[in-house]
């Protein structure tokens, strides 16, 4: 039997009842009962281990070309037209992150900050992380992200929560001091 030159269903090469599918390079474990056209059944052939092995795709459905796709040679991609993720997969890892720089320092401030309303000695940790964050912020671009925002919100609120926190505490302290002389 000569080689099959498009893909399709064709008498098996070594001999065996049914048809098999040429896949326009090589023969495909996929088999089915002679003369079933539009029959997608597959004979699964076990690997060792008892587990099958299922072949190529069967024939594609009715009024769909069995042909490869145009500029799709079945080897390698078409040179002329570039992998449009290569630059997202670059060592093997898809990655989403912009290449924009963040302000991590008022990011921390305006946590900081919120944190503080209920914990307020945490006040102090948000006011020196939006100075740095302030900092940070007239080395990126204008009219960006920069977090210059964030920072000044994590200092406000850094000192809203000292406020709330730490001068009554101071406060109670000074008044057993002086119940305590009295």
Not at 79 to 95: C, E, H, K, N, Q
Not at 163 to 170: D, N, Q, S
């Amino acid at each position: 039997m000569s080689t099959p030159k498009s893909p399709g269903w064709y008498a098996s090469p070594d001999g065996t009842p049914g048809e098999q599918w040429w896949n326009g390079a090589s023969w495909s474990e996929a088999r089915r009962v002679p003369g079933s056209a539009g029959s997608s059944t597959v004979t699964a052939t076990p690997l060792s281990g008892g587990i099958p092995s299922y072949g190529t795709p069967v024939a594609p459905p009715p009024g769909v070309a069995s042909s490869p796709p145009p500029g799709w040679s079945g080897t390698a991609p078409d040179p002329a037209r570039p992998d449009p993720y290569s630059g997202a997969r670059a060592g093997g890892v898809t990655s989403y992150v912009s290449s924009a720089k963040v302000n991590q320092p008022a990011s921390l401030a305006i946590i900081l900050g919120m944190v503080s309303l209920f914990f307020g000695i945490i006040g102090i940790g948000a006011i020196i992380a939006g100075v740095m964050g302030l900092t940070k912020a007239k080395t990126l671009p204008a009219g960006t992200a920069n977090g210059r925002s964030s920072s000044l919100m994590g200092i406000v609120l850094g000192g809203i929560g000292i406020l709330i926190g730490v001068v009554p505490f101071i406060i109670g302290i000074i008044s057993a001091i002086s119940i305590s002389v009295s």
